[in-house]
């Protein structure tokens, strides 16, 4: 009689593993979403946070309308922006004083897509970026966006900052935006047409007046908010004077009603690469603030993982209200810091401040000449560069110096996409070249022999050496010219052996003489080629 088969062994499932599975689920959202700890202190530093929001509420406004303008879109746009931005960035996000809104950086990446695609494009690729952040957050990839080299980084500030700059000539010589995508482009021909008599005097000495101030001004009391003055300065001048010059023009009393923008999924496969640059510049630049923040508050590192959700969620939001992409501002985050703030209790009083503006004080705000923003512009502009920053990378070594400039150049003549594209790519071509020199063979004396045997393998080429480093397919291109056939012949293949004495074959076999750091097929592949070169020279006759 045939024994009855076993049951089939299963693995035991445990009630408490779903409830741990539940936790660590529970326990993981919960270190992305708001919470109690966000505000400790604030029964402390109210006052100052008020203070501090108020002041950069101030600033944060030229500002707002500036970059909305120049964006492509309106002056609304801007203010939208910073205040739905501002507010949700600081509730959800992972700094503590951040200040969120649109900026220069991002107007370089959104003009070309108003210009392609219309303005109706870029709320759809503000929602689509803000769900790859938020999708990026979640995911935890807050942390290798570190792994973006430097150089890179100065380099597509500084072009962003020539673009910005060349965006203004038009504006500051008074003459209608000649067309074309390129901005250098559109600044030449701009100033073709003033030189030919259509430019405004007064646009330009409004400009002038505008820069003046905001340079002047810090000198003096670094307490006065210089670009509000500098602003309502070339207004009153404007007003006063008669000035025919381009002004904002009526804003709404309030805020718009929120709506989903247009889809049309032929344009939204176009945009594909848009919304990877607006979402990956986004994150860039929101944690490089952040990460500048906590060097200058001591209120605590930022959570780089819910930074990233914040400002996902503000970008998600932000169109809905008619508003453009909208990242970390580093200068408003650093007047936040300088004027007091401990807690996101400031950056919602600057949101709370540009509400007051929409539904006060927007019929003053419509008559700010253009002019005059591209003047506060400018100034941004340039106070964007660290010189210092600039001149260590060209002065570490030639590499950086390298790839600073081609991101730099690809920036102002193609577009920032490809240049953050072509400088990745540079950077890791000159780093895999600069591996490849540290992997080095070094000759290492035979063991147990004495001089005239040592010698007498020498005349032979039975050599020892040692490879140190990362031996992958550029260190061995580099190095094959170098290490010859007699690479090792001892160390690597038994059969060399033959003719060795029995002290020395005992003490050579099972010798290690690798130290690498990392290693890919280059490597079997050349120690292949060298062994059997090898056997060939000692079977000779």
Request: no cysteine.
């Given at each position: 009689m045939s024994q009855p088969e076993e049951p089939t062994s299963r693995p035991m499932v445990r009630p408490s593993d779903g409830i741990r599975t539940g936790r660590s689920f529970w326990l993981w959202l919960g270190e992305l979403l708001p919470q109690r700890s966000d505000y400790d202190g604030l029964s402390t530093s109210w006052r100052g946070d008020i203070v501090a929001g108020f002041t950069v509420g101030v600033v944060a406004l030229p500002l707002a309308l500036a970059f909305g303008i120049a964006s492509g879109l309106s002056a609304q746009a801007g203010l939208v922006t910073a205040i739905i931005a501002g507010l949700v960035a600081a509730v959800f996000g992972g700094s503590s004083v951040q200040v969120s809104g649109p900026t220069g950086a991002m107007t370089v990446v959104l003009v070309p897509i108003v210009a392609r695609h219309g303005v109706e494009a870029v709320f759809v690729v503000g929602l689509l970026a803000g769900t790859v952040i938020v999708a990026a957050g979640a995911a935890k990839f807050g942390r290798y966006l570190a792994f973006i080299p430097w150089p890179v980084i100065e380099g597509f500030?500084?072009?962003?900052?020539?673009?910005?700059?060349?965006?203004?000539?038009?504006?500051?010589?008074?003459?209608?935006?000649?067309?074309?995508?390129?901005?250098?482009?559109?600044?030449?021909?701009?100033?073709?047409?003033a030189v030919r008599g259509g430019g405004m005097w007064w646009?330009?000495?409004?400009?002038?007046?505008v820069v003046a101030i905001m340079v002047g001004v810090p000198r003096i009391h670094r307490g006065i908010p210089a670009s509000l003055l500098a602003v309502?300065?070339?207004?009153?001048?404007?007003?006063?004077?008669?000035?025919?010059?381009?002004?904002?023009?009526?804003?709404?009393?309030?805020?718009?009603?929120?709506?989903?923008?247009?889809?049309?999924?032929?344009?939204?496969?176009?945009?594909?690469?848009a919304v990877l640059a607006v979402a990956a510049l986004a994150?860039?630049?929101?944690?490089?603030?952040?990460?500048?923040?906590?060097?200058?508050?001591?209120?605590?590192?930022?959570?780089?993982?819910?930074?990233?959700i914040g400002q996902g969620l503000a970008n998600m939001i932000v169109p809905l209200f008619g508003g453009v992409p909208a990242t970390g501002a580093i200068a408003r985050t650093a007047v936040n810091?300088?004027?007091?703030?401990?807690?996101?209790?400031?950056?919602?009083?600057?949101?709370?401040?540009?509400?007051?503006?929409?539904?006060?004080?927007?019929?003053?705000?419509?008559?700010?000449?253009?002019?005059a923003l591209a003047g506060v512009l400018i100034v941004t502009a340039v106070r964007m560069v660290d010189v210092g920053n600039v001149a260590t990378v060209v002065r570490a070594t030639r590499s950086d110096g390298v790839i600073l400039a081609v991101t730099a150049v690809v920036t102002v003549g193609f577009d920032l996409i490809l240049a953050v594209q072509v400088g990745m790519a540079a950077a890791a071509v000159l780093a895999l070249r600069q591996l490849a020199r540290t992997s080095v063979p070094v000759a290492e004396p035979l063991p147990l022999l004495d001089a005239d045997t040592?010698?007498?393998?020498?005349?032979?080429?039975?050599?020892?050496?040692?490879?140190?480093?990362?031996?992958?397919?550029?260190?061995?291109q580099v190095k094959r010219n170098y290490v010859s056939f007699h690479l090792m012949p001892v160390y690597m293949h038994p059969d060399l052996l033959d003719n060795a004495s029995p002290a020395l074959k005992k003490r050579m076999q099972g010798k290690s003489c690798f130290n690498f750091k990392s290693v890919d097929t280059a490597l079997f592949q050349e120690l292949d080629r060298l062994i059997e070169r090898s056997l060939e020279r000692v079977r000779q006759p």
């Open positions: 500030t500084l072009g962003i900052v020539v673009i910005i700059f060349l965006q203004q000539v038009p504006a500051a010589l008074g003459v209608p935006k000649p067309e074309g995508e390129n901005t250098a482009a559109v600044a030449v021909r701009a100033v073709g047409e646009a330009f000495g409004l400009v002038a007046l309502a300065a070339a207004t009153i001048v404007a007003r006063l004077g008669g000035a025919d010059v381009g002004v904002i023009g009526a804003l709404p009393s309030s805020l718009p009603t929120p709506s989903l923008p247009a889809f049309d999924p032929g344009v939204v496969s176009d945009l594909f690469g994150a860039l630049e929101s944690l490089l603030s952040a990460k500048v923040a906590d060097g200058m508050a001591g209120v605590g590192r930022h959570d780089p993982n819910r930074e990233l810091v300088k004027a007091g703030a401990h807690t996101r209790v400031a950056s919602i009083v600057h949101s709370l401040v540009l509400i007051a503006v929409v539904f006060v004080g927007s019929g003053l705000v419509a008559e700010i000449p253009l002019a040592a010698s007498a393998l020498r005349a032979e080429h039975i050599v020892s050496y040692r490879l140190d480093g990362a031996l992958f397919f550029g260190a061995v």
